[in-house]
Every structure is written in structure tokens, then in C-alpha cells.
């Protein structure tokens, strides 16, 4: 066996022009020669709140790479935030995904750190890491804080959610929402502080081994998040400086299994699904979603975070995160408890920390709710499948038939929702469609449609919704989503008509279209696609090659197809 050798080696060991010039150009001195390169990816921008934490702590990221015996090496990443890029960050997920794999394979890095923090920015620097395969960990930037509004700490996303409700149905006043507005101001960055998208992503990236035990819920600018940053950066340094396994071998099958439970058991984001999928992609595993509901039909819920809950994610972080609940799993065979963390311990090993006399996070015996918190449905109206959030839902509506409201895009349901002359009731169902992943095209969070106004105004607050988009990790309601075909590709979706009978009933994993198939077929004949109005570009390449959610939303030329086909080909180096 070939004695291990630093990938930057192949820039700057010689003495010839090109070794020099590769040496001069990265500043390295004699002193660091022939000690690893570790890139920092960095995600840092002022349009994204949610990474406004990284400035604290890079110091002790780069002083633990540096005490690992490397050498830090800082690089600029275009940065995903949800609050202000359109139509979603969910479109340039895969692209950030391209920039940090060909950042890394260009460049003579040994191992890499990814700064990430935000909805999409997580699973991008994961979806990298599986395709460059080299010692990797995400560095996760902390929980933003939780101001006080009418005498209770604000939830991200979910309290706003919730006060829209409240607007709409005319129960907060014109200064109370200016109010609301001045106070989630103060809440400043970092991630949201509720089990949405961004908090569910960092347990289930600690669950694949890819950031430290106690990331989740973390608050930004603790000293336990600048302790977390410096242990990162040792650890992937001495990874990469012993030839350690690369990020590709770290997320095994096992691990990703574990990460779908612990979804469930914290009533986390839909979204996570999408994400997992592609990485399981990436891996050239894939992930079936019938298997996905079956790791979740037995896992309750047990941590009380908001949406599904009533506390925020800085509460599930003290009452011991990952820990607690694989302590509280593992003795119920909720969990593999062998699968190793980043920290270097077993899951196992792990739940020997757990922090008892706390109420946030519970035990199977005595859940928040009980299982399913998530389920996989199919039927006619979804034959590739489709997701729901059962603990953000009204169970008086998991079975349920109703007429369908139809509207054909989001810009129609914004347009109609409030239609006083809209022929709507609490027994309809509400279709959302044209916002998959080709659709818009990057898949929006449009599929949480409000309770229209005259129904909100009598005091409904929930009805069944299905949409072929997604919805906030922080958002709740009986939603159907990510139904898949999509209706901009002719998925059953696009055939609905208003009126027609759909039934969602979730015992049985089913959601139907009651119409005759002879119908359908009439109406598929005469339909048309959507004009693309996006012919060059990013939305263009796109809208070309992306998958549908079951397949992760990731690019068909991303994808590994067989484990075999895997191989990390050198570059090839000499003069530019």
C-alpha cells in the first residue's frame, strides 16, 4: 500500500517554477510547507442574516486548524438566504453546491470546512462534500435570539405565520403587526430559533457525522458555538493531515437512517426529505420514499419545539440536543446506536451525556405526540409520492374529502385567496400548483396557502392544502406537498379541475383525484405546458436537467449512479 500523501502536494512540493509559483501565489512559507491546506468556505454576506454569526467565531476556526497542525485557508462562497432571494434559495441550492465542489477541486485544499447556517446553504455544502470526498465538517453559525412580543418570546417564522392568521382574521391591529415588525428586528442573526428548515438541517447534519454534537440551537455568539468552531477546525486539520476518511465515507446509509428518525422525532422540515434525497443521490444510493415512511412510522414526538411544540430550538439545545434524544430513542431501537458522530463517538457513546430533569425534549413513553409526526402518501393525485406533516396537522382532517379550489400559480392564489365572491368553504380543498421544482422553476415555499379571509374571519384555521411546492420548515397545516409528478412536467396535478373531489386519508397513505379516469385523459389531451419564460442562464440549465422532489431536486448530471463509478481523479497540475 502507497504511503499517504497530501493532496497539495501535487501544487507544492518540487523546487521547479511551477512548485514555486504555486507557493508564492497561496503565501506559503517554509515553515507551513508540507502541512495540510484546509479551505473555509465562506457564506458570509450582509444579505444573509442567518450567517452573521461566522465573524465571532473565525478566529477559533482558524485557530484550531492551525493548533491541528494545518494551515487555514479562507475562501469567498456565494451565500443562500431565504428571507430575500426570489423566487426561492431553494433554485441556486445546486449551484452553490457546483461553486464549493469546483471551488475545492480546483484548488489545493486537503480538507475543508464549510461555513453554514441557512435553510439551503446546509444541505449545498453537504451535497459538496459528498461529491469532493475529502475530510470535510460543517461549521453551523448559531440560533438567532428571541425577543419578547405581547409577554412571549417570539418563534422564527412560526409566530409570524401565526400573526398573519390573526391579521387576517382581524384579531392584530394595524400597530400591533408595526409592533411585531419592530420586535423580530431585535431578534438580529443567526438561524431560526424554531425546528424549522435551518434547525432541522443542523440535527440532521450532526446525525450524518458532518458537524459537532450540540450545533443545533446554539446560540449565536456563545463561547460553546467559539469552542464548537475551534474543535472543528482541529479535528478536520488532523483528518486531513493522517489521510482521514473522506466526507463521502462518513455519511453512510446507517447514518442517514438515523437523521430520517430524528426528523420524526422532532416534527422537523419537510424539507429535509428534498435534501436527504439528493444527498443520498450524490452518495449513489438514492432514497426511496416508501422506506422513508417506514423509519418514521414508529417514531413519536418527542421534542417540544415549535412549530409542532412550544419552545424554541435555544431550549432543545440546552436540554441536550442529539444527546438527550438518543438517549431517550435508543432503548425504544429508534436509532443505530454504532454509528459514529464527528465528534468521534457512537451515537451510543453519545447518549451517555444526556441531560435529565428537563421537559423539552420527552420519552417515547410519554411523547408530545405520537407517531406518525410525518408520513409519505401516494395515490392518483400523487403516484411518485408526496409528504405531510401529521404534527402540524388537525387530525380531524387526516381523512378527508373535499371540492377542489384551484389556483394555477402563486401570483392566482394571491390574486383570489381573499376574493370575497370566491366560492369557497372550511370543507374545500385548496390546490396550489405550478411551484415544483421545474415550475417556477426552483420549487418556492408557496405550497401553505393562508385561510382565505372570509373563512379566517369566522375563525377556520386550518384546511387541507396540496401543492406540488414546498412550505417553511417553520409553517403548519394540514399541506400536502412536494407532490410529485409536478403539474409543469403534466403530473395529475395539472389536470385537477375546480370541483373535482380529492381525498386525503392518511391511515392509509392516499391521496386521491375522484375523477374518472376517462376524464382525465380528456383533459390531458388538451393540455398544454407553460410558456418558459427563462431561456438563458441559471433558471434555463435548471429547468432542463433538475429532478423532481423525490429524487432531491438535484441536477441529473450531479448524480452518482453506482458506487463503482465514484472515483477521485488528481488533478492534473502544471503551469496556468
Not at 489545493?108 to 447556517?117: E, K
Request: glycine share 10%.
Amino acid at each position: 500500500m502507497s504511503p499517504f500523501k497530501l493532496r497539495s502536494a501535487a501544487w507544492f512540493d518540487g523546487d521547479d517554477e511551477v512548485a514555486v509559483l504555486h507557493r508564492v501565489a497561496a503565501g506559503i512559507t517554509a515553515e507551513d510547507r508540507g502541512r495540510p491546506i484546509i479551505g473555509i468556505a465562506d457564506t458570509s454576506s450582509a444579505l444573509n442574516p442567518c450567517q452573521a454569526g461566522f465573524a465571532a467565531i473565525f478566529p477559533e476556526l482558524e485557530r484550531g486548524i492551525r493548533d491541528g497542525g494545518a494551515v487555514p485557508v479562507r475562501f469567498p462562497v456565494m451565500s443562500l438566504g431565504e428571507d430575500l432571494m426570489k423566487p426561492s434559495a431553494m433554485l441556486y441550492r445546486n449551484l452553490v453546491a457546483i461553486e464549493l465542489e469546483e471551488q475545492v477541486r480546483a484548488h489545493p485544499l486537503d480538507g475543508v470546512v464549510y461555513l453554514a447556517n441557512c435553510d439551503k446553504t446546509v444541505p449545498a455544502a453537504l451535497l459538496a462534500a459528498a461529491s469532493a470526498r475529502l475530510p470535510a465538517l460543517l461549521l453551523l453559525g448559531g440560533s438567532r435570539s428571541a425577543p419578547l412580543f405581547a409577554g412571549r418570546r417570539l418563534g422564527s417564522g412560526t409566530d409570524l405565520w401565526r400573526a398573519l392568521e390573526d391579521r387576517r382574521a382581524g384579531a392584530l391591529d394595524d400597530g400591533q403587526w408595526q409592533q411585531l415588525e419592530q420586535t423580530l428586528t431585535c431578534a438580529g442573526g443567526g438561524s431560526c430559533n424554531t425546528m424549522g428548515t435551518a434547525s432541522t438541517m443542523a440535527l440532521v447534519t450532526e446525525a450524518l457525522a458532518m458537524a459537532l454534537p450540540g450545533s443545533t440551537g446554539c446560540a449565536v455568539d456563545s463561547p460553546e458555538l467559539a469552542e464548537i468552531a475551534y474543535r472543528t477546525g482541529r479535528i478536520v486539520a488532523e483528518a486531513a493531515g493522517t489521510g482521514g476518511p473522506g466526507a463521502d465515507e462518513v455519511m453512510t446509509a446507517a447514518a442517514v437512517e438515523n437523521a430520517l428518525r430524528l426528523v420524526a422525532a422532532v416534527g422537523g422540515s419537510t424539507n429535509s426529505v428534498i435534501h436527504l434525497a439528493a444527498v443520498s443521490g450524490r452518495l449513489g444510493r438514492g432514497l426511496d420514499l416508501a422506506e422513508v415512511d417506514r423509519l418514521w412510522a414508529e417514531v413519536p414526538l418527542l421534542a417540544d419545539v415549535e412549530p409542532c411544540g412550544s419552545q424554541l430550538a435555544h431550549d432543545f439545545h440546552d436540554a441536550g440536543g442529539l444527546a438527550t434524544l438518543a438517549a431517550e430513542m435508543l432503548p425504544a431501537g429508534l436509532l443505530d446506536g454504532q454509528v459514529r458522530l464527528a465528534s468521534g463517538q457512537t451515537v451510543a457513546e453519545l447518549a451517555e451525556e444526556a441531560v435529565g430533569s428537563q421537559s423539552v425534549i420527552r420519552p417515547v413513553t410519554d411523547p408530545v405526540l405520537p407517531a406518525p409526526t410525518l408520513v409519505v402518501v401516494a395515490g392518483s393525485l400523487a403516484p411518485d409520492g408526496a409528504v405531510l406533516k401529521t404534527a402540524a396537522a388537525s387530525p380531524h382532517l387526516w381523512q378527508h374529502t373535499g371540492r377542489a379550489v384551484v389556483f394555477d400559480d402563486y401570483a392566482d392564489m394571491r390574486a383570489r385567496l381573499d376574493d370575497p365572491e370566491l366560492p369557497v368553504t372550511a370543507e374545500e380543498v385548496l390546490v396550489v400548483r405550478n411551484c415544483g421544482p421545474v415550475g417556477v422553476p426552483g420549487m418556492p415555499e408557496w405550497g401553505m396557502a393562508p385561510i382565505p379571509a372570509a373563512l379566517a374571519a369566522a375563525g377556520v384555521r386550518d384546511m387541507v392544502r396540496v401543492s406540488d411546492g414546498r412550505m417553511s420548515g417553520t409553517s403548519f397545516g394540514t399541506v400536502v406537498l412536494h407532490v410529485a409528478p409536478e403539474a409543469a412536467i403534466g403530473g395529475p396535478l395539472a389536470l385537477v379541475a375546480d370541483g373535482d373531489l380529492i381525498c386525503l386519508d392518511v391511515a392509509a397513505r392516499r391521496l386521491d383525484l375522484l375523477v374518472d379516469p376517462a376524464e382525465l385523459e380528456r383533459r390531458r389531451a388538451s393540455w398544454q405546458p407553460g410558456v418558459d419564460e427563462h431561456l438563458r442562464g441559471w433558471p434555463r440549465l435548471y429547468r432542463d436537467h433538475v429532478s423532481q422532489a423525490p429524487l432531491g431536486c438535484d441536477l441529473d448530471f450531479l448524480t452518482s449512479p453506482t458506487q463503482e463509478s465514484r472515483r477521485f481523479v488528481p488533478p492534473v497540475v502544471g503551469r496556468s
